[in-house]
């Protein structure tokens, strides 16, 4: 069974730090584009970052430049996002999933179920 699945959601204070994980089953990560999405209740869904598997090109929303960091680990099959300077706004349900192809934004295919991430003091 194909699967992604999420972890390292929490609730941590502004200026804090999160990082997680993407881990897929099934199949090997390393030919997929991965990207991570989060959606905050009432908002529509939005594009957070994404990594290219064909030469490891990164991509940032603006609203996280220079905070946020994506990397692979393929031995691992695990795709991570390290979060820094976490702010109030950054709070949403965070989802990571596979490209249909090797280069981000060529769409989708795999959805993993999600992690909370709570930014409050």
């Known amino acids: 069974q194909l699967q992604l699945v999420e972890s390292g959601g929490g609730l941590v204070q502004p200026g804090g730090s999160l990082k997680l994980s993407c881990v897929a089953s099934?199949?090997?990560?390393?030919?997929?584009?991965i990207g991570w999405f989060r959606q905050a209740p009432g908002k529509e869904r939005e594009g957070v970052s994404c990594i290219d598997s064909s030469d490891g090109s990164t991509y940032y929303a603006d609203s996280v430049e220079g905070r946020f960091t994506i990397s692979r680990d393929n031995a691992k099959n695990t795709v991570y996002l390290q979060m820094n300077s976490l702010k109030p706004e950054d709070t949403a349900t965070y989802h990571c999933?596979?490209?249909?192809?090797?280069?981000?934004?060529?769409?989708?295919?795999?959805w993993g179920q999600g992690t909370q991430v709570t930014v409050s003091s």
């Open positions: 099934g199949f090997t990560l390393d030919s997929y584009a």
């Open positions: 999933a596979a490209g249909a192809g090797s280069n981000c934004g060529s769409g989708y295919d795999l």
